[in-house]
């Protein structure tokens, strides 16, 4: 078998996502794998697992299937081979300037809620040590 191909297993391991995930990906069309081996199995490369990055990536962030499609269509496109003129190509980085800003956004917001979340944790173990038992000397 061609070594810049892998099966669903090892793409599973190195993006830590479950074969179950990688799956639904495909059938939603999101990332189909570039090939399939005598047996059947799904092959991926490292394009493949590239794609499945920026999902794993999106997905906390909020981003929903179809905005995932838009930004991977979009920068398929800028990284394809096809001559873009200066309006097309404008136009997709503006795509791509939308979602960077979004993620910006959210980014700013989970470090507000990872603030107030370590507060919450500091006061919580200052209590437990505030109303320990005496340490006997």
């Given at each position: 078998m061609d070594d810049k191909h892998m099966?669903?297993?090892?793409?599973?391991?190195?993006?830590?996502l479950s074969l179950r995930t990688i799956r639904h990906y495909e059938e939603t069309g999101l990332v189909i794998p570039s090939a399939r081996s005598r047996g059947g199995f799904r092959l991926?490369?490292?394009?493949?697992?590239?794609?499945?990055?920026?999902?794993?990536?999106?997905?906390?962030?909020?981003?929903?299937?179809?905005?995932?499609?838009?930004?991977?269509?979009?920068?398929?496109?800028?990284d394809g081979?096809?001559?873009?003129?200066a309006g097309e190509r404008e136009a997709l980085l503006e795509r791509v300037?939308?979602?960077?800003?979004?993620a910006a956004e959210q980014v700013e917001k989970l470090r507000i809620q990872l603030a107030r979340a370590e507060d919450f944790a500091a006061t919580l173990a200052a209590r437990l040590e505030q109303n320990a038992p005496a340490a006997r000397t």
């Open positions: 099966q669903i297993g090892e793409v599973a391991a190195r993006t830590e991926y490369t490292e394009t493949d697992v590239a794609r499945l990055m920026v999902i794993r990536r999106m997905k906390p962030l909020g981003f929903t299937l179809e905005q995932m499609r838009d930004l991977l269509d979009a920068t398929d496109r800028l081979d096809d001559a873009l003129d300037r939308t979602y960077q800003r979004a």
